[in-house]
């Protein structure tokens, strides 16, 4: 059975004190949780102080991003190592903000996600259509697309250490859930074109995540399905109470 990972994204919230704060609250309240890779993605400053309070806990860390390379003459740009050596054992790539602010495409993710690979993180790695893609009926080829370039070049040897988040980005930040239907019929083609990647062993391994307005009252019903295998939750991971709330799905 695929263990369940619950990480949250927060994006460019919280100082490194703010950070501290929140870790202090959260921990005592989910100390108690097996079963669940729990995982918190603060921004780059608070790496080190959430990774060393969360040190020997059930809380993983991850980074929000990644550059490709390694180390070399990109300003402003972080890299699998150094996030490593901070403590993160996760990485998200491609997620949608990513995408559509900063130019990110799918071969910018697959180096990525190889990268992350490589430096011996687990990649998350985002995808998920628009509303006018939706609307255009393109979800799947939207979605499909996004996961075999992504995952281009990566052997099936490979395919415990990554993580799949299915985030449509109409549901990001919106309020707007998609239905549990909706979010299992698109895992379950994921997991159909992970299988033809990787073979059926392999690609019933894959944590295929769902992400788009995760909450404490919706959790429980999206984690009912076969295909989905825990969250990515942006604002509702911002507070302790309810991040650990809907850690504590079942
Ligand atoms: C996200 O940031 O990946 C996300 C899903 O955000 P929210 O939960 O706020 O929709």
Redesign the pocket.
């Known amino acids: 059975m695929r263990t369940p990972v619950i990480a949250g ?1 927060w ?1 460019m919230y919280k100082t490194a004190g703010e950070s501290a704060a929140f870790v202090k609250e959260f921990l005592p309240l989910v100390a108690g949780v097996r079963g669940v890779e729990i995982v918190l993605a603060p921004p780059f400053p608070s790496l080190s102080v959430v990774a060393s309070l969360a040190s020997g806990t059930n809380v993983g860390v991850a980074s929000q991003n990644v550059h490709f390379a390694t180390e070399g003459a990109y300003t402003g740009e972080v890299s699998p190592p150094m996030v490593k050596d901070a403590g993160a054992r996760y990485a998200i790539i491609g ?1 949608s903000e990513r995408r559509q602010y900063f130019a990110e495409t799918d071969d910018s993710a697959n180096r990525k996600v190889k990268a992350v690979l490589a430096a011996g993180l687990v990649p998350i790695l ?1 995808l998920g259509e628009t509303l006018l893609e939706r609307e255009a009926g393109k979800t799947f080829e939207i979605a499909g697309r996004q996961l075999r370039a992504g995952l281009q070049g990566i052997a099936a040897a490979e395919s415990r250490k990554v993580v799949v988040a299915y ?1 449509p980005v109409w ?4 309020g707007k859930t998609a239905t549990p239907e909706q979010a299992q019929e698109v895992h379950a083609f994921l997991r159909g074109i992970l299988k033809e990647l990787w073979g059926v062993g392999a690609a019933d391994g894959v944590r295929i995540l769902y ?4 909450k404490p009252e919706n959790i429980s019903d999206l984690m009912s399905n076969a295909d989905i295998d825990g969250a ?5 991971s911002l507070k302790a109470n309810a991040f650990a709330a809907i850690v504590k799905f079942n």
């Open positions: 994204n994006k997620h985002c985030e549901a990001i930040g919106t992400g788009g307005s995760v990515l939750v942006g604002g509702a």
